[in-house]
């Protein structure tokens, strides 16, 4: 070992190393950082997760606030993206527990569930997000599903007073309407919605606007929303389909929902390979049948349905029967009783939508059936916007603004994008309520500000371990198919904090302090000061470089376990 008390200074740059203890001054041969070509910098980078995620939600800082115990300012960040974190706990497909980079060598987290657990924190103690100076503006919104229901909270928190059209008995669209009450209790909801309300959002149902005259009077608004979803199913063309015993999906959940759809009889054939037509087959089984079927086109592995429904609805009893076409519906005397199909090898869809299959031959079957649920796709309607009015529909449908009477008119939602998930709805409410803000503030409309994509090959796996996942508890399939209860039991505190602590933190510093270990020149140092990491603005620290010695050999980098250093090139 050299020491630096016993030799001579003008020795020590042809013997050694130059290394800085970092207390006293640095002699001239210690300062090393004119070597360099490249530097070490700290880089935010934008989770995974938030990346999957529909609504942009940034996971990674939630949860390091909630694991510091401050649990409002958590949900808050949950609530900056997403209005409603209680339902898509509970109701979205969680795509961003798909990105998440602890799925690469381990479990992914089960964000779903924290979400849920910060949703309901925020419901049960009444929390609100502090809105903006009122603007004077008024705004309409015509629908109150998701997409709807989004813009109007994200209108009201920037100060607009904004009313809600709704044609139904009640307020919520799709949430009320199409999704079992298993998957979302209407207590839930209604706490949402109660919410909205004590923000100053004025719901009106029982209000449709179809007419050309109730279209003008929507003119007096400065903004008008059109959020009117998908609402129509598509209809099977095969002979038969008109026969009594035989619905559509959304017409079934309606019912279901309403409660008006108690006996069921005994034989149930659902037609479709999506999330409705899951839920329509896992609500029939509810409401009394004892031998339900699923029929579609796709394979097992291609339906467009989550996998974890698939997996559910198995479990209840559900027999899947994959690779199939609907030839006709079987009837007596005007009554379905059976479905005809015929196994496929292939199936694709021409330019107009006519369907092509290659057949297996003689492979055609009759399924019997008392009931048939036809689940092949929803669209949405607008037929209701009447040629009278002087619109560009076909810009109105891409989500652009339009004039509008003395205003603006714009489309959000599944009416511009589709069918869609319930967070994208929620997202395209509040990206399309940012654009109209824009509008009526006179300002130019800005895309939101996206961060460096994090580099899954940053992720240094070597320096984490597993951890065993805090899976959520599921009732068993034999009790929940009695009731429409929720499935699935809340995640424990201890759960909770044990599921937060497996969080890889991705794409941001959480001060493990690797860079300081691994540095050769010790250029690396723990500060004090304002940083724009979320877990070091919390520990009011951050790791320092000290330039002037790092001559970057970017072992700083390399050794970082989740990308939050990277090299660039030194501008001389």
Sequence with gaps: MIHHEILP??????????????????????????????????????????????????????????????????????????????????????????????????????????????????????????PHQPTGKHVAVVGSGPAGLSAAYYLTLNGHNVTVYESAAQIGGMLRFGIPHYRLPVSVLDAE????????????????????????????YDAVFLAIGCQLSMRLNVPGIRNSGVIDGLSFLNQVNAGSADHLPERIVVIGGGNVAIDAARCAVRCGAKNVRL????????????????????????EIMPGRSVRSIVDDHGQARGVQCIEIDSFSFGPGGELHIEAVPGSEHVLKADAVITCIGIKADTSSLPAELDLDKAQLLTGMPVHFGEGWMVACGDVVSGPTRVADAIASGRITSRRIDALLANQSFEDEMSSVPFDPESLNIACFATIPRQNPIERSPKERVLDFNEIEVPISEDAMVAEMERCLYCGDCNLCSNCWAFCPDLAVNITSGESDGTYTMLKGEHMDINYEVCKGCGICARECPRGAIAMEKEEK
């Excluded at 339906?303 to 997996?311: C, I, L, T, V």
Aim: with cysteine.
């Design 193 to 220: 919605l109660e919410g909205l309300q004590t923000m100053g959002i004025q719901f009106l149902p029982n209000t449709p606007i179809e007419t050309e005259e109730q279209w003008r009077t929507l003119s007096e």
């Design 9 to 130: 200074p003008e020795r020590i740059h042809t013997l050694a190393i130059p290394v800085h203890t970092g207390d006293r001054p640095l002699f001239p041969w210690e300062k090393t950082g004119d070597w360099r070509t490249q530097r070490p910098v700290h880089h935010l980078a934008t989770a995974p997760c938030s990346v999957g995620c529909p609504a942009g939600t940034r996971i990674r800082d939630a949860i390091a606030l909630a694991m510091v115990g401050r649990q409002d300012d958590a949900w808050k960040v949950f609530k900056e993206a997403n209005p409603f974190p209680a339902i898509t706990g509970r109701v979205c497909y969680h795509p961003c527990e798909a990105e998440c980079s602890r799925g690469t060598f381990d479990d992914p987290v089960v964000i779903h569930s924290i979400e849920r657990a910060l949703g309901d924190y925020g419901l049960e103690r009444g929390l609100k997000m502090p």
């Design 295 to 318: 029929v579609c086109l796709e394979s097992l592995e291609e339906m467009p349905a989550s996998y974890e429904e698939r997996q559910q609805a198995q479990a209840e009893g559900i």
